[in-house]
């Protein structure tokens, strides 16, 4: 799985609890992405980095801010989750022309 | 702006038959084009991409796709289906120029019956 980890795999919180969720990766790529999956809507980038400390948004961004404080780490912070943000995370690397994804993590927000 | 359909929400082939997974891209400029396969409680895996070169692209699996610049189409294709090609698949998109982000179509689920 390309040396990406995502923690944790699974996880149920309660609305309105911020919840964050890791990426790691041991590629030394630079660009690093959080999507996030949900049936009939195939995967949306929700924030992107391309360096230390350079993120932008993606087209679902709200309700959710990331930071990249190290090249192997891009973290996900859902400021305070709601039940719309149930959903199956996935976090990509990317060097050149292919992205490599991570197993995904499964949260559940009640 | 860039974007990927995936028409068809499921295929079903028989297996031993030929199948074809569609896709239709719109890009600014020169696409870059791939294809994923995610299979149950799994990441994405890559299968196969079109940068530039020839139009039929071959990938893992035996699996191939034709990219048609005109019809701007990357239909996924296998000569001969195996049960084990039951999985969803995922066309996507990206722009070097773009920071590389990938856009993906909604999916197809592919179901090869014995």
């Known amino acids: 799985d390309a040396g990406i980890t995502q923690s944790p795999r699974h996880k149920v919180t309660e609305t309105g609890t911020p919840v964050t969720l890791r990426c790691h990766q041991t590629?030394?790529?630079?660009?690093m992405y959080w999507y996030r999956q949900d049936p009939g809507h195939g995967l949306r980038l929700i924030h992107y980095?391309?360096?230390?400390?350079?993120?932008d948004k993606g087209e679902v961004s709200d309700g959710y801010s990331v930071s990249r404080s190290k090249t192997e780490d891009f973290l996900l912070t859902l400021e305070s989750a709601t039940s719309s943000q149930t959903s199956v995370y996935f976090c990509?690397?990317?060097?050149?022309?292919?992205?490599?994804f991570g197993q995904g993590t499964r949260l559940t927000v009640v | 702006a860039q974007s990927v359909a995936q028409p068809e929400d499921q295929v079903n082939v028989a297996e031993g038959n030929p199948l074809t997974v569609k896709c239709t891209y719109s890009?600014?400029?020169?696409?870059?084009l791939f294809w994923y396969v995610q299979y149950p409680n799994r990441g994405l895996q890559f299968l196969l991409k079109?940068?530039?070169?020839?139009?039929l692209v071959k990938g893992s699996y035996g699996f191939e796709a034709e990219f048609n610049k005109s019809q701007t189409s990357f239909h996924l294709k296998k000569p001969s289906a195996l049960v084990s090609d039951s999985a969803l698949y995922f066309c996507?998109?990206?722009?070097?120029?773009?920071?590389?982000?990938?856009?993906f179509g909604s999916g197809t689920k592919l179901n090869v019956k014995p």
């Open positions: 980095s391309y360096g230390v400390k350079d993120t």
């Open positions: 590629e030394n790529h630079r660009y």
């Open positions: 990509a690397i990317s060097e050149e022309n292919e992205a490599f």
């Open positions: 890009v600014s400029g020169n696409p870059y």
């Open positions: 079109y940068i530039t070169g020839d139009n």
């Open positions: 996507a998109v990206s722009a070097l120029y773009n920071f590389n982000k990938f856009y």
